[in-house]
């Protein structure tokens, strides 16, 4: 069982870079790393996957070192509309599905 | 994306009732659903997983008899709360992977706000 451990909340500002690191100590070797931003009353979002060094997309990019214990979401120069909920996720199988596990994930508010 | 779409959005249901809530896959079959509760501030607690043509899978903790799950079609699966209480009142999210394969992107639903009074 892959746990992820997040930052509880953080705090930013219109324009800046946020980084969100996670961690997850006991990754198996065929799991990935997937992240997914939730706002209120809505399901989560999936935002962006990694396996190993660095993905990007057209919202954020991932961060994910040799070892793959960790992982850094990256939000380039973040709006309000930034603010949100994001999580972590290493997947679970489950009859060849992924089982989901949600951590408490890292509220992010940004300010004007 | 793949959408997946939950109905209703949000229900008040009189205390000992029982509430349905739907969960579809629009434009992809799904043989597993998951459906998870959110209580307001906390994370996503994974509940079941619904699989196609079989029972549902539920996790350590949630009641079966409480919380019907039935996944009769490969685009469908329900989620009934029988006798419900204020206790249950909570926010209702499922999600389905378009492809049977691992770490792929799995789409949630908009999720349904259950109030029980």
């Known amino acids: 069982l892959a746990k992820t451990t997040q930052p509880i909340s953080m705090d930013s500002y219109e324009g800046q870079e946020v980084n969100i690191t996670c961690s997850h100590n006991?990754?198996?070797?065929?799991?990935?790393i997937t992240w997914y931003q939730q706002f209120p009353s809505q399901g989560p979002r999936f935002i962006i996957q990694?396996?190993?060094t660095k993905v990007t997309n057209e919202v954020a990019s991932l961060f994910i070192p040799a070892d793959r214990k960790s992982s850094t979401l990256s939000l380039p120069r973040v709006s309000l509309s930034d603010t949100a909920v994001y999580y972590c996720?290493?997947?679970?199988?489950?009859?060849?599905?992924?089982?989901?596990?949600f951590g408490a994930g890292t509220r992010l508010a940004v300010h004007p | 994306g793949a959408v997946v779409s939950q109905h209703p959005s949000w229900v008040i249901c009189k205390s000992g009732t029982s509430v349905k809530i739907e969960c579809r896959s629009l434009?992809?079959?799904?043989?597993?659903m998951f459906w998870y509760r959110q209580f307001p501030k906390q994370s996503l607690m994974l509940m079941a997983t619904?699989?196609?043509?079989?029972?549902?899978?539920?996790e350590q903790g949630v009641e079966k008899d409480k919380f019907l799950i039935n996944h009769a079609s490969l685009t469908l699966s329900t989620l009934t709360v029988t006798s419900a209480h204020p206790e249950d009142s909570s926010f209702y999210i499922c999600?389905?992977?378009?492809?049977?394969?691992?770490?792929?992107?799995?789409?949630f639903g908009q999720g349904t706000r259950l109030t029980v009074v």
């Open positions: 999600s389905a992977n378009p492809l049977r394969q691992r770490n792929t992107e799995a789409f």
């Open positions: 619904s699989n196609e043509g079989s029972k549902a899978t539920y």
């Open positions: 006991n990754i198996a070797t065929n799991d990935y």
């Open positions: 434009d992809f079959q799904a043989t597993t």
């Open positions: 990694g396996y190993k």
């Open positions: 996720l290493v997947g679970i199988d489950s009859g060849g599905y992924n089982k989901l596990i």
